[in-house]
């Protein structure tokens, strides 16, 4: 009789033969999910679906509604769309840069020999063709090691330059690779066994690329193609332009600047460009005489403190009387607020906020009257009043940051010609490599959790249990209205990375393997271990990325 495994599902325990795969378990208990199961969990650790389990074991299953299980699902559909593209070209010199995401969605360009190559509607027909034929023939994904000399030498010999550039930075001896049907390349992070299990995307032509739309996490059987979004896209766009200008699109052209000692330019030119920006839109603002309100909005570790003093700066060299206002500061008071069903209370939603006595407030100032400005109290939940007096004339104007500035809700009684809005995000356009962007999710979680520890004291633990939450807020306030902007401002500093990764490393390290935030905290570590650490000491008193890591001459 064969050895027997004792494993813990669902809360009951079962016995079955060793060497079983999670995949075999995972079809055993489809039904008992309502979306794909794409990888399991095995006493609290994340594994791949293909693996055996010889010892005794508390298993999970990981569906593509959980955030592991949708980048799984992705990074399966971006390995096959790679194979996908050499199929259609027939050239190994062409290969895709995947350059951003939007919303559920890859924006990528063709390119040979490192220059874009236009695309039209029969090359994202014939895109398509094929990879609903890869999930048709439900293709295995073979996993296997290789020397990282033999993973440059493949890299190199398939025209992916960027990660050979990479590999020259990793401390490992050997590499995973993966192979799909002949076509080899690396993922960062787990993959899904077989192709069959990628039903649900949609390619579609989008300037002189195209996007690969998924589905969302609230309805995974439907692929949610995005609504173009130009103002967004043009930010983006841009971003990427300036960087590959300059050689510093990925990772390994980044690490190379700062191992050869070249990065003070690169940060001073950065910076410059950046105040270059912020000049433009003050200068936008100070020729319009109707304008008195700045409002300014974006998600969380978006910079918007900083750049809301570098904003008041700007237009106070141009002869303006800037007055900085918090819209924390028209909260309701607290014993006021509707609770949540839970009896928690949302402070991200619109109702949390005085919408009245904002509006009062606001036309009270354009009329020339004197107004007490309130000042929250979080510990106390009460709006206080403590002679904070304001008076505007001719030339002063309001710059007030939160994260309800762009709807028009919250200003409904406000001139609309008085209103200038900026959506402000860290739209980050430095890569991994060719195949593999850093989200801006994760650039804006990797400054939360330095600044959330250097302010309020808390560890990445909690940082990370919050930010679910944090972004589920941000999908219902802030990105519908992004597009309503007059102008958006890019916040994300090509340096910053190198920067903030000797603050946050210690912080990832010492999330106990056991807490459910171990996995992310992981993920974050390993993308973290591709770049090289930069000190801090050159980096500008004024920049957006003082305000995380400390050290800045602002109130932040």
């Known amino acids: ?100 995401s939007m919303d559920q969605a890859f924006y990528c360009e063709l390119f040979r020999d490192n220059e874009k190559v236009p695309i039209d509607q029969s090359f994202v027909d014939e895109l398509n063709k094929y990879m609903k034929e890869y999930v048709e023939k439900d293709i295995v994904f073979k996993k ?12 190199n010999k398939f025209g992916l330059t960027d990660k050979a550039r990479l590999l020259k930075y990793r401390g490992d001896s050997r590499i995973n690779m993966y192979d799909v049907d002949g076509f080899i390349d690396y993922s960062f992070g787990y993959i899904a066994p077989s192709t069959g299990m990628i039903k649900v995307f949609e390619i579609t032509l989008l300037g002189d690329g195209f996007l690969i739309n998924f589905p969302s996490y609230s309805d995974v059987h439907d692929v949610d193609v995005i609504d173009y979004r130009p ?98 500061d028209f909260f309701v008071n607290r014993a006021d607020m509707i609770p949540l069903p839970d009896g928690s209370l949302d402070f991200e939603a619109l109702d949390a906020m005085d919408i009245e ?36 004339g001719e030339d002063d104007i309001l710059v007030i940051e939160g994260i309800h500035g762009l709807n028009d809700k919250l200003s409904y009684s406000l001139p609309e010609e008085s209103k200038f809005k900026i959506y402000i995000s860290a739209l980050t356009p430095l890569k ?61 500093l090509i340096y910053e990375l190198p920067v903030l990764k000797p603050y946050i490393e210690p912080l990832l390290y010492a999330i106990p393997r056991d807490s459910k935030a171990y996995p992310e905290a992981k993920r974050l570590l390993k993308m973290l271990s591709y770049c090289l650490p930069y000190p801090s000491e050159e980096i500008a008193k004024n920049s957006i990325v003082r305000e995380f890591t400390g050290g800045s001459c602002f109130k932040v």
């Not at 259609?88 to 995947?98: P, S």
């Not at 936008?284 to 750049?307: E, H, L, N």
């Open 231 to 328: 103002k967004l896209f043009d930010q983006l766009h841009r971003a990427s332009k300036w960087v590959h200008s300059l050689d510093i699109a990925t990772l390994g052209a980044l690490n190379d600047r700062i191992a050869s000692g070249d990065m003070t330019y690169i940060i001073l030119a950065q910076e410059a460009e950046m105040e270059k920006r912020i000049g433009e839109i003050a200068q936008r603002i100070a020729g319009d005489s109707d304008k008195k309100f700045v409002m300014i909005a974006g998600p969380s570790s978006s910079g918007k403190t900083t750049f809301s003093h570098r904003l008041s700066i700007q237009l106070m060299a141009m002869g303006l009387k800037p007055h900085p206002i918090a819209l924390d």
């Open 357 to 392: 006595g904002f509006n009062n407030a606001m036309n009270a100032l354009l009329r020339g009257e004197v107004v007490d400005m309130p000042t929250y109290n979080f510990i106390t939940g009460k709006r206080e009043y403590n002679g904070n007096k304001l008076q505007i």
């Open 432 to 492: 991994i490599d060719e195949h593999n962007f850093i989200s801006t999710r994760d650039s804006r979680l990797i400054r939360r959790i330095v600044r959330d520890n250097r302010t309020r004291g808390h560890n990445a633990l909690a940082s990370l249990d919050r930010w679910d939450s944090v972004t589920a807020g941000e999908d219902k306030h802030i990105f519908p209205f992004q597009e309503n902007a007059d102008i958006m401002f890019n916040s994300a």
């Open 144 to 155: 296997y090691t290789m020397s990282v000399d033999e993973a440059i030498e493949s890299f």
């Open 1 to 100: 009789m064969g050895e027997k495994v004792l494993l813990k599902i669902g809360g009951k325990e079962k016995e079955y033969d060793a060497g079983v795969t999670y995949l075999e378990l995972a079809k055993e208990y489809a039904n008992d999910y309502d979306a794909p199961i794409i990888l399991a969990m095995a006493d609290g650790k994340l594994t791949e679906l293909y693996k055996s389990i010889n010892k005794n074991a508390e298993i999970k299953f990981v569906t593509i509604k959980d955030k592991a299980g949708m980048m799984t699902y992705r990074r399966t559909a971006m390995l096959m769309l790679h194979k996908a593209v050499v199929d259609v070209v027939q050239n190994h010199d062409d290969n895709i840069h995947v350059l951003y």
